[in-house]
């Protein structure tokens, strides 16, 4: 499968620390200075750098001051989904770092980027705040930094600093807690007073100043209240708080917002919903990524990229049946128009690629082949009696295919007796399937039913699409597929999961 992904914008970076991290959230510790990769879809207009002869009044202008700093360039950051970008680059002129462009800054949290650690402090960008200035000390950031015409960077140092007279008495309580364990509820109760005064001050400032960033960052961390459901059994109640808590993990953070995308939360938010929250299997994830999608399709910049990025990820998912998810995103939002940013030439590839997968997904009746015994004798797999078919392709020069084909002979030898048969596959073509029948005998495989198709006239290399090798199916009596692109040293594990089914399916008959 092939996924797309986005251009490059300005650069992007991996960040250091954040001075002040009061919203939980996970930052890398190494700049990479290197451009992101460019990929073939433009899935949004490049951001360039700004340029000193493209400077006006208009525009964005960020006046920076900083104290006890030495050096004489600094880097205007910002977050995007899962990414961090460079916008922007000052230096020092007469005291000051000014950051400066023409158009308006999208907003949400931006960060100033301090080299040569690049460590970085968080500034906040709102939509009708754009020229502003800021006066930091490094050496006590909170409680230093000053800030003239953003009411935005006001609330969210004043909030900053409310936690920061807090953090050391709770430090200093669980460290206590740990040397005196006969009193840890006493501490617990002290922290919690903590936890409930936190609560207090961010209650406070959503209660002031509702519609800004500051406000949408405290929520979206906020916790969701569960109900505790007591006159249930353990399992039941746990079973209900799950459900409850899924129903509602939204309901603090609005994915329709458009600084949700330069937010520094929507991304763990997402990832944490699809893979803590959702079974890790195609048909539950595809029907999250609907419902996700669904609540960004007023958000267009966060439909554009989560829908790219759900494509990319399961693309690259190694879970089974993930190319379904792969089918359903083309065929519901690409085939009909919703991925308007895509060009005509990269939209044809991903429909001629779903139209490959869609008749080869699990649960469909795997394509008919007709191939060719040694002998020259015609085999049809579907005319196979058998009521599990392993329909294996390999390659005698494949390094893969060695190391699986002793697994998969014993395999061989302890299921043909259960009903199991293999229909091995060997890919060379024209004068090379000599190499097929040599190797055959070589190692042992003339135990099952061996083929080739010398001239290609299957097409099943398309069909089944066998761009490597090895690749195994497992099919049932009908020739459904269950099971596709497996190990062959998982073959004996995964047959007796299908047999347990079988026979758990039998006695609820």
């Not at 340029?51 to 050096?71: D, M, N």
């Not at 209660?207 to 960033?213: G, L, T, Y």
């Not at 005509?344 to 191939?371: F, N, S, Y």
């Amino acid at each position: 499968m092939r996924g797309v992904g986005p251009v490059r914008k300005a650069g992007v970076f991996n960040f250091g620390d954040s001075v002040s991290n009061p919203f939980n959230m996970n930052f890398k510790t190494v700049l990479s200075m290197r451009l992101l990769f460019v990929l073939s879809i433009f899935l949004f207009s490049g951001l360039a750098n700004v340029s000193a002869s493209s400077l006006t009044t208009s525009g964005y202008r960020i006046e920076v001051t900083l104290q006890h700093y030495q050096g004489d360039s600094l880097f205007l950051g910002y977050y995007f989904g899962k990414a961090q970008y460079l916008k922007d680059t000052a230096l020092l002129e007469k005291g000051k770092f000014v950051f400066q462009g023409e158009g308006k800054l999208e907003p949400g949290v931006y960060l100033l980027v301090i080299p040569p650690d690049n460590k970085f402090i968080h500034v906040i960008v709102s939509d009708d705040e754009q020229k502003f200035s800021a006066s930091v000390d490094l050496d006590n950031i909170v409680s230093s930094a000053k800030f003239k015409g953003s009411d935005e960077n006001e609330i969210y140092y004043s909030y900053l600093h409310e936690l920061e007279k807090r953090r050391p008495i709770a430090d200093s309580l669980k460290k206590q807690m740990k040397l005196d364990s006969l009193h840890s509820e006493d501490y617990h109760i002290k922290l919690n007073k903590i936890d409930a005064d936190v609560m207090k001050v961010q209650d406070e400032v959503r209660a002031k100043h509702p519609a800004s960033i500051t406000s949408m960052l405290i929520w979206a961390n906020r916790e969701i209240e569960i109900p505790k459901y007591e006159n249930l059994t353990e399992d039941d109640r746990k079973q209900k708080q799950y459900e409850y808590y899924k129903a509602h993990f939204f309901d603090h953070f609005d994915l329709t917002d458009p600084r949700a995308m330069r937010s520094g939360v929507i991304q763990q938010k997402v990832d944490y919903y699809l893979q803590k929250l959702t079974y890790q299997v195609p048909d539950s994830q595809i029907v999250e990524i609907d419902y996700l999608l669904k609540k960004m399709l007023t958000n267009k910049e966060a439909f554009q990229y989560y829908l790219v990025y759900f494509l990319n990820d399961v693309v690259k998912s190694k879970r089974m049946g993930m190319d379904a998810a792969y089918v359903h995103l083309v065929d519901t939002y690409y085939a009909k128009g919703l991925a308007d940013w895509i060009d005509k030439e990269q939209l044809d590839k991903l429909l001629a690629q779903a139209d490959v997968l869609r008749p080869i997904l699990i649960g469909k009746i795997a394509p008919d082949l007709t191939l060719y015994k040694e002998s020259g004798e015609a085999v049809n797999l579907h005319a196979i009696k058998a009521n599990y078919t392993v329909l294996f392709f390999w390659d005698p020069e494949c390094g893969h295919c060695k190391k699986a084909i002793p697994f998969i002979i014993d395999f061989y030898n302890e299921y043909k007796s259960k009903g199991v048969e293999v229909v091995a596959v060997c890919t060379k073509t024209g004068s090379d399937v000599s190499s097929c029948w040599s190797a055959i005998k070589e190692r042992g495989m003339d135990i099952w039913v061996n083929t080739c198709d010398q001239y290609m006239q299957s097409h099943y290399k398309t069909i089944y699409d066998v761009k490597v090798t090895p690749q195994i199916y497992v099919l049932d009596k009908n020739k459904k597929i269950l099971v596709k692109k497996i190990a062959g040293e998982d073959l004996k594990p995964v047959m007796d999961e299908i047999f347990k089914d079988e026979e758990s399916k039998q006695k609820n008959q």
